[in-house]
């Protein structure tokens, strides 16, 4: 089947040659058919054969099978000297005498000697008489004028036709289909059939070909005036060439546009259309009346069934059929069903190769990246060796091989030696002759901790009695040993010998030890560089692992997380619906059971499932059908998930039409083992602040984390900000790129761009100076600055050609980006994007939150509670059935104990006890604090206003000493009166047992959250709250009042046991499961009476029974209250966002 297989006989100089030719060669040339195009200097010689009459047909194949017969004989006597050509020659013709008992079969011809779109060539210098071919064979050869050689059979003519549909039938026949050396021919009734469609479809395929290449448009047009696109040919031909033309005067949209695009894809988008779904049309060349026409000539793939496409100006103008797009039939052997059933294997290939391409390029990145690093390697090992010998003089200043003490006795000294090309250095240490003499030997030994290079990577090494001959042992010597390798660029050891907390340091000037490297600076310096290069290398590497199974280790943890807040999920969902198995797998079978009697089906008999896989998105849907009954008060169904599945999609219903599908939400079940990943969602955030470079509140911290969150599970999450002034200090933002600039709103619009805690964030700088000055909020103007925002951010996605799935605003600062995105933005070609609004706090900005409310598809608050708190407000009730309350999380890696750098040890749940101790240690001392016994430690870390609890603050103030605790306050009041009553309270009980910190410091807020034993948020209100998530994460026991997302996150010890398993463990029977979830201590009231309640209860506990509150601490650091379940409900959300 090699289409450059060359035959070589020994007849004469003549050598075959079978070499390809495609259609387009074909022309006409006086009473034959010829291909032109023939390659320099060489015989075109090719057979031809008459097209068949319907009344022919047996008589011509037999006529045309004999003649091919004799002209095969007639070449393997050409090759009969040469045996090593007579196995492709074999093959040739064993797949020629196949093709030729098809076109028997199926009245189609098949052109004589010609394998597949191969022909014989001759090369310069043949004889007019072919060799071995006399003239009995029934055939005539000529030589044409431009040195091509014809076979031609006597009294046979054929058409340019003819030719093509024989060329391209033959050629359509490669690789597997056509019978190997040795293989029987075709003969099967399906392999005949198989072939005529191939031949049928090559037909077509001519035809469309000749058609475009012919077509006159101004024919093709004529009596279509009127119409809006024409193609050409008019059935679109699945692996032919296409011309579509766009008649701009007939559209309402782009008839006075000067330049348009068409957008094109084929199955339902699905398919591309080659490398770009974007062709710029040209003028047509056909004029008249009512007719301004453009054209685009493009290929349809082979397994196209459909073409779907829309025009545009190129900029945001667009002709989308009203929003429906539009469709065309394409003629071909692929159908819509026969497309969705081929999708699995599609996806697998396209998953594999994508995973390969992948591969390639990470280690084509890694190597590079480490070629990258042994140069530089090799630069630092350079850079030491230059520095030696510059500062060798300085560094072996006053150094010694040994020393000796004031009495003369020797203290310290050497012993170096060569082993392996490194060198080893014995150190010998006389304790007797030092102020370590008298330190107690018996339970630590001496230890020496030893630098190189003016103390250079430090190390400590322990000392041991060293083997000293009698005769060098005396009574005011002992010896200690140890034996070290010498680095490699060391010039000098640094050394100072301790035990215990007692330190020898050679009465404060250290001991300087050279090393004797047995030639002159310079030669040595330079002999080390290949040699610390390796060592360079290697510590780097050895680094790199270490860093590698770290993240190993924490991706592992991570995971487990996830995966539990995953099973909780499945769990608090199994009261209505399983899975059997639990998690479902691609490609396989899975049981549905589903309980109505927990849903807004209850008391139905009938119940329907319709199922879908994808979030909805794979063409392959069941149902509705009609589930069965089954044990208690279930109902089953058993579908199979395709192979390119990754998740199940549920809605149910009965026959009266009423549906349960969650709220809005659908049910949603994850599967394992597809052939495809999910694909990410595009997410951008347009908001306000942005923690850490414009945090005012919490919806700074809520826009960063939930934003990594999402990220972290797959996804692209964007962010868009003002550009504030004070951005230009900000230490964060030093990468900060221009990015792109336009007039809109009487400005001209600046866009900078920069990574932020890994998220790209995207800035918006008007020229008007709008968002100078130091603050994020300035007041009245901030309504119009807010708004102005919203709609440049709008703009900038537009004119940039961002088509974000989701766009994301949040409270009133951009609560406007809903309207304007869909009365101004939507229609001019933003198109694609869903709005997700959330609500951080209702009491600012009621009436534009009630808008957004109204032009999201989905809207938020920071908590379950809060949203069923605020449900009735005025502003957003008529909308309500859109709400959903997602508690906020904390970001886990800002907030850890196990990695803080402000706190003075670090620790895990599993070490609390001592971690907590030393951070309540350091907090006592940087806060002037007693240290005497082990009181109970509390702390508020809060702003000091009116909806945080302010005269219940100052109450536990009184309330913590009263029960002999410590009480720690880091806040502050915007409001001068209520800060002149805290600094009276300040004035009043400061000391060795209270401590009032009115400024906000950050390290100092990680440490007090570490050093308490107890974190009060004594809220009136609270949407969500982040003080007593940070709390937990630290081991400190939160005591709060049960309002929003306080109620949502802390459960109390004595009252909330049953809904703790629940929300935290998905437990139904805390009892039966054992299971204790509870984690702090609630109260209702917001008088003094009710906070001192839940205060007096946590110290009761601390006092009583100390080893079980420790274990309390335990507890709720090893909670999860990071943002995995949150990210998971948001994206959730997202998709039936997207439902719009």
Not at 51 to 67: F, H, M, V, W
Not at 606 to 618: A, K
Request: net charge negative; glycine share 6%.
């Amino acid at each position: 089947g090699d289409s450059r297989m060359r035959c070589s006989p020994s007849l004469s100089s003549t050598r075959i040659r079978f070499c390809h030719v495609t259609n387009r060669h074909i022309s006409k040339t006086g009473s034959h058919s010829r291909l032109a195009g023939a390659q320099p200097r060489r015989r075109l010689i090719r057979s031809v054969a008459r097209p068949a009459t319907t009344g022919e047909n047996d008589e011509q194949c037999s006529t045309l099978r004999e003649e091919n017969s004799i002209l095969r004989e007639r070449l393997r006597a050409i090759v009969t000297n040469e045996p090593e050509k007579q196995e492709q020659l074999t093959t040739f013709l064993e797949k020629h005498e196949a093709l030729v008992t098809i076109g028997q079969r199926v009245g189609e011809y098949i052109p004589s000697i010609l394998d597949k779109d191969d022909i014989v060539t001759e090369e310069k210098g043949a004889s007019n008489d072919f060799p071995g071919i006399p003239a009995d064979a029934g055939v005539k050869v000529e030589v044409e004028e431009d040195d091509a050689i014809l076979f031609r059979f006597q009294n046979i003519s054929v058409s340019n036709n003819a030719v093509a549909s024989s060329m391209s039938s033959s050629a359509s026949n490669k690789g597997d289909g056509l019978p190997r050396s040795g293989a029987m021919p075709l003969k099967t009734a399906s392999g005949a059939a198989e072939t005529k469609q191939v031949n049928s479809n090559t037909v077509k395929i001519d035809r469309a070909n000749a058609e475009v290449a012919t077509h006159d448009p101004a024919t093709v047009l004529e009596g279509k005036e009127d119409w809006l696109f024409v193609t050409v040919p008019t059935d679109l031909t699945a692996g032919a060439k296409a011309v579509l033309y766009y008649n701009k005067a007939q559209s309402q949209v782009l008839q006075h546009r000067p330049h348009i695009q068409l957008h094109a894809k084929f199955n339902n988008w699905e398919l591309n259309m080659g490398d770009s779904d974007r062709i710029d049309m040209v003028a047509a060349g056909v004029q008249g009346p009512g007719m301004d026409l453009v054209r685009a000539e493009f290929d349809v793939p082979h397994d196209a069934y459909e073409l779907n496409f829309i025009f545009s100006d190129k900029e945001d103008m667009y002709d989308n059929n009203e929003t429906n797009n539009y469709r065309l039939p394409v003629m071909g052997d692929m159908t819509e069903q026969k497309w969705i059933d081929t999708a699995p294997e599609r996806a697998e290939a396209e998953y594999l190769r994508k995973k390969e391409e992948e591969r390639i390029a990470a280690e084509v990145a890694a190597k590079e990246a480490e070629m990258r690093a042994l140069e530089s390697d090799a630069y630092k090992a350079r850079e030491i060796v230059e520095d030696i010998k510059s500062q060798y003089d300085s560094l072996t200043a006053g150094a010694v091989t040994s020393v000796d003490g004031d009495g003369g006795q020797q203290v310290v000294t050497v012993e170096q030696k060569t082993v392996r090309g490194s060198v080893q250095l014995k150190i010998l240490y006389n304790r007797a002759a030092t102020n370590l003499v008298d330190v107690d030997t018996s339970d630590s030994m001496p230890m020496v901790r030893v630098g190189h290079n003016a103390w250079q990577s430090p190390t400590d090494f322990s000392l041991k009695p060293a083997k000293v001959k009698k005769s060098a042992a005396s009574d005011d010597t002992e010896w200690w040993e140890t034996t070290i390798q010498v680095p490699v660029d060391a010039v000098v050891l640094n050394m100072v010998f301790f035990c215990n907390d007692i330190f020898d340091n050679n009465n404060g000037e250290d001991y300087c030890i050279v090393i004797d490297r047995g030639t002159d600076v310079e030669s040595w310096a330079d002999s080390i560089v290949q040699p610390l290069t390796k060592e360079i290398t290697a510590a780097r590497h050895a680094e790199e692992e270490a860093a590698r199974r770290l993240e190993e280790e924490r991706a592992k943890a991570r995971q487990a997380v996830r995966d539990k807040a995953e099973q909780v999920r499945r769990l608090q969902l199994k009261h209505v619906l399983f899975t059997d198995p639990e998690i479902p797998v691609a490609g396989k079978d899975v049981k549905i059971y589903y309980n109505p009697s927990n849903t807004t089906l209850n008391g139905s008999t009938d119940i329907h499932l319709t199922l879908g896989f994808n979030r909805w998105r794979h063409p392959k849907a069941v149902g509705p059908v009609e589930m069965e009954p089954t044990s208690g008060d279930h109902y089953e169904a058993a579908i199979h998930i395709p192979k390119d599945a990754y998740a199940l999609d549920f809605v149910f219903s009965n026959s009266d039409g009423l549906y349960d599908n969650r709220g809005g939400l659908d049910y949603n079940v994850a599967v394992q083992g597809s052939v495809v990943e999910e694909p990410s969602l595009y997410a951008v955030h347009i908001a306000v602040e942005m923690a850490p470079i414009a945090k005012v509140g919490g919806m700074g911290d809520v826009v960063t984390a939930l934003g990594r969150a999402v990220m972290d599970l797959g996804h692209k999450v964007e962010v868009i900000l003002p550009r504030y002034d004070f951005f230009q200090q900000s230490p964060l933002l030093g990468a900060t790129q221009y990015e792109t600039e336009f007039e809109w709103g009487g400005t001209r619009i600046f866009v900078s761009t920069c990574i932020v805690e890994g998220i790209r964030c995207w800035f918006i700088e008007p020229a008007n100076g709008m968002f100078s000055g130091d603050t994020v909020y300035r007041g009245n103007e901030d309504a119009g600055r807010f708004e102005f925002f919203s709609n440049a951010a709008l703009e900038f996605l537009l004119r940039t050609q961002r088509q974000p799935d989701i766009i994301h605003c949040h409270d009133w600062s951009t609560a406007t980006v809903a309207r304007s995105y869909w009365t101004h933005y939507h229609d001019q070609g933003l198109w694609k994007s869903s709005v997700v609004f959330t609500i951080h706090n209702l009491n600012y900005g009621a009436d534009l939150i009630g808008e957004a409310a109204y032009y999201s598809q989905r809207f938020t608050t920071v908590s379950p509670s809060y949203a069923w708190e605020i449900g009735g407000n005025p502003a957003i009730v008529a909308n309500n059935a859109k709400l959903t309350g997602i508690r906020n999380g904390i970001d886990v890696d800002i907030w850890n104990p196990e990695t803080d750098q402000f706190l003075p040890v670090s620790y895990t749940a599993a070490s609390c006890d001592a971690g907590k101790a030393a951070a309540r240690e350091a907090l006592r001392q940087r806060l002037g604090l007693s240290g005497w016994g082990d009181k109970p430690l509390v702390g508020v870390v809060t702003r000091l206003t009116k909806q945080k609890g302010t005269h219940l603050i100052a109450h536990s103030c009184w309330r913590t000493l009263d029960r002999g605790g410590q009480f720690v306050l880091l806040g502050s009041a915007p409001d001068p009166k209520v800060q002149a009553e805290f600094d009276g309270l300040a004035q009043m009980h400061a000391g060795e047992n209270a401590a009032f910190c009115f400024a906000f410091d950050e390290p100092l807020s990680h440490l007090i959250y570490a050093a308490c034993d107890m974190i009060l948020v004594p809220s009136m209100f609270e949407p969500c709250g982040l003080t007593q998530m940070i709390a937990m994460r630290y081991g400190a026991v939160p005591v709060v009042r049960a309002t929003g997302g306080l109620k949502d996150t802390v459960f109390d010890v004595d009252t909330d046991k049953a809904r703790a398993a629940w929300e935290l463990e998905g437990s139904t029977d805390w009892e039966g499961d054992k299971v204790d979830a509870t984690n702090g201590f609630s109260f209702e009231g917001t008088d003094e009476g009710a906070m001192d309640y839940a205060l007096n209860r946590a110290f009761d506990a601390y006092y009583n029974d100390r080893s079980w509150f420790r274990s309390l601490q335990q507890r709720v650091m090893a909670q999860d209250w990071s943002w995995n379940k949150p990210a998971i409900d948001y994206i959730q959300l997202y998709y039936a966002a997207l439902k719009k």
